[in-house]
């Protein structure tokens, strides 16, 4: 038996199957996300209350010491939002968010007044002042002062230094009659009950995708009913408050828990009617998205809103809802491959044939529609011009790659014998950097996206190319790309463990590692047998 020049005959056919698979996934997926989803009408638009911070502009933070909101630019959001809610939710009195009280009451709308604690003894001081100061100034507007936002979560102040400000807090407002309470995550109540004779009353935060075990979106309100239940029962005649819930609209799914537009506007519907159903106080997260925490909470954390970062709605709360609206763009991504496939391979003669042009046309189609999902998720992900550079960058070379390995595939396909497959140096470059984005998901996954869309061409190229590969154009893999090769399924594997099998991200995450880590074992398997070949025949 010898080294043939042309592609086995069963291998052939598995290549066109997984060629035409990936280029019918990528029209699917962007079909799928353009139709729109039947759900229940909510009640009605109007929101007892949400959470407002007004830094969504670019750049803007409160992380910023010198940050500053004019009460002009307030104005005019709650102005906006006096429109569908009755109350705002506020969390710290610095950058000019002492105003609103004042402001708020120009439209009617009453004020769930905050008051930030970190671990800065001089900075709480001047929030504790600050915060008394507003709460005597505008009594009648205030539906409670909330002293500390998950404070005991952070680790950031003892339960006992934390009563000590709330009770600062409490006896110097006592005269106002304004209730004063303490906002956290539900499990940290039961932690710290004795937090309770500190308050008036309980303010606990119940948010599903955030929870140790996330709950999918179908269960999310159940979930709600169930924890509130739980508080009522724990602290018996004492007035409990949701004081955040809500459901992202983009970023990283959480084993069952996806974050989509889709499942926000199922998420807020049907908390609005469990809400009208009971008597029960409560306050969504939150008015408008906040580019900024996407920096401590990855792509997630900015997507919270009702309103997008424009102060436009997100979704409707009756009628059916669309996850993307522009999905035909995919599409168009798609021709626009499978032309650049084409035309990259047309001086070639041996690619003027109807099978190579196919060939072409099927790979660019589904290049096209990968790298379009990336620069979708640019949309969302990226932060700075930084980030849109470099991810820029790395889907122009992803795409490169694919037209390369393309050419190369096309010509086989076409039984035009051909040298050793192209971009092996490239390789190495994308298997490193899989494995190293592979090591931060295992180690620090919390936050951090799947870039399928990046990694999916080169990964399905390159498998491709090893399985058209014949003995005499084999070169045996290096031993660092033989290492990563066992390397990344593992880590893969580890991602789909830690999300106990439940997302399906993961699932596509593994085999994006084991398409690039198969195209290295098939090569070093096929090299090792030539190797045994080769003595045999001079013998």
Known sequence: MSPTSSPSSRVVPLVWLILVAAAVWGALWWWQIGRPVPLPDAPTARIACVSYAPFRKPGETPLDPKAFVSPERIDADLRALSERFDCVRTYSQGAGLNAVPEIAQRYGMKVLMGIWLGRDQALNEREVQMGIATAKAHPDVLR??????????????????????????????????????????WEFWLRYPQMADAVDYLTIHILPYWEDEPVAPQDALQHVAEVYARMKTRFPGRAVMIGETGWPSEGRPRRRASASLVNEARYMRDFLRYAGSVDMPYNVIEAFDQPWKRAQEGTVGGYWGIFDVNARPKFSMQGPVVEEPRWALGWLAGL?????FVLAG???????????????????????????????????????EAEWVFTTLLCLAALGTAVLLGRWIAARLAQVPANAA?????????????????????FDGRYRDFPLGLFWPPAVGYLLAALLETGRSTVVPSVEERFIACLLPVLAAVVVAQESGLNPSTWLWLSVNLAFAGAVLVEWRRGLRLQAYQPQAAY
Request: net charge positive; aromatic share 14%; glycine share 12%.
């Open 144 to 185: 409670g002062v909330i002293v500390g936002n998950e404070v005991l979560l952070r680790g950031e102040q003892s339960s006992k230094a934390l009563t000590a400000y709330i009770t600062q807090v409490r006896n110097a407002i006592h005269d106002t009659h304004v209730p004063v309470t303490y906002a956290d995550v």
């Open 336 to 340: 626009a491959g499978a032309v650049l």
């Open 346 to 384: 047309w001086w070639r003669r041996y690619l003027r044939t109807l099978t190579g042009r196919f060939a072409l046309a099927i790979a660019g189609f589904a290049a096209g529609t990968s790298i379009a999902w990336q620069g979708r998720r640019m949309l969302f992900d990226c932060r700075n």
């Open 422 to 442: 192209p971009g092996r140096g490239l390789r190495f470059v994308w298997l490193f950097g899989l494995s190293f984005y592979g090591l931060l998901m295992v």
